[in-house]
């Protein structure tokens, strides 16, 4: 059986994507939140799934090296990596500090960049999948999202890269950009415009989501987890075996590629 590494996997969204690669592939789970991780690993474990899992900063080389490493001894070299973790401040833009954006770029950037490289390293020459997860927030220039939006844009270069990298030896890299799911990070943003923004006053974190579901989804409803883990299956699958370099946006037509 295959093996996948999955980043910031104690995540709603990151969760899913772990358990929908779970069907298909062994599985190392890593997150920094070393209790929620457990949960998510446990509940797998449960459901039949090969998995193990080890707490990771993927900002810090070190930290990377070392999950994969822990990938290898409990469950196989890893072939398939989904790059999942990633944060934002949420703040005013003329408010952003600078150790908040180097904070955002550390994990959404660095962490993507160190994970690619240290499975290309690993691979070493030989076939591959990386799925970075991004945004659509990296096109739409949302005050709100000023750290959050260009780090994942950052990521979509990145995975340009990669792929041209990887290509020559069969290791393939794709992007994903999620819409909007009811998830931690677009529950900050809607209690962000709720607390900033006076158009929204008296209004509520759910309902300024399910405004923005509205006016923005032509296919009016919000993405889910598992639409985005079906995705990244198929994208670190043989189905995908001549996809690479692309950018997909999963978000019911909000940004059209």
């Given at each position: ?15 899913a994507i772990a358990a929908r690669l779970a069907e298909e592939h062994a599985v190392l789970l890593t997150d920094v939140d070393a209790g929620r991780l457990n949960e998510v690993a446990s509940k797998l474990a449960a459901d039949g799934a090969r ?206 590629t």
């Amino acid at each position: 059986m295959s093996v996948a590494l999955v980043t910031g996997a104690a995540g709603g969204l990151g969760a899913a994507i772990a358990a929908r690669l779970a069907e298909e592939h062994a599985v190392l789970l890593t997150d920094v939140d070393a209790g929620r991780l457990n949960e998510v690993a446990s509940k797998l474990a449960a459901d039949g799934a090969r998995v193990a899992h080890t707490t990771c900063d993927v900002s810090e080389r070190a930290s990377v090296q070392a999950a994969f490493t822990t990938a290898e001894e409990q469950l196989g070299e890893v072939t398939a990596l989904a790059n999942v973790a990633g944060v934002g401040m949420f703040v005013p833009f003329t408010e952003l500090t600078e150790q908040q954006w180097n904070h955002t770029f550390a994990v959404n950037t660095r962490g993507t960049f160190l994970a690619c490289q240290e499975l290309l390293r690993r691979r070493d020459g030989r076939p591959g999948a990386i799925v970075n997860i991004a945004s659509i927030g990296a096109r739409l220039g949302m005050e709100v999202l000023a750290d959050y939006g260009p780090s994942k844009a950052a990521v979509i270069e990145l995975t340009h890269v990669v792929s041209r990298v990887g290509a020559p030896t069969g290791l393939r890299a794709n992007a994903v950009m999620p819409g909007l799911i009811w998830t931690d990070m677009w529950q900050k943003t809607s209690e962000w415009l709720l607390a900033n923004d006076p158009a929204h006053a008296g209004s509520s974190a759910d309902k300024i989501f399910a405004g923005f579901v509205e006016s923005m989804v032509p296919m009016r409803r919000p993405q889910t987890p598992e639409d985005i883990g079906e995705m990244v299956a198929f994208l670190l699958s043989d189905r995908a075996a001549n996809v690479t370099g692309q950018t997909i946006a999963v978000d019911g037509g909000v940004v059209l590629t």
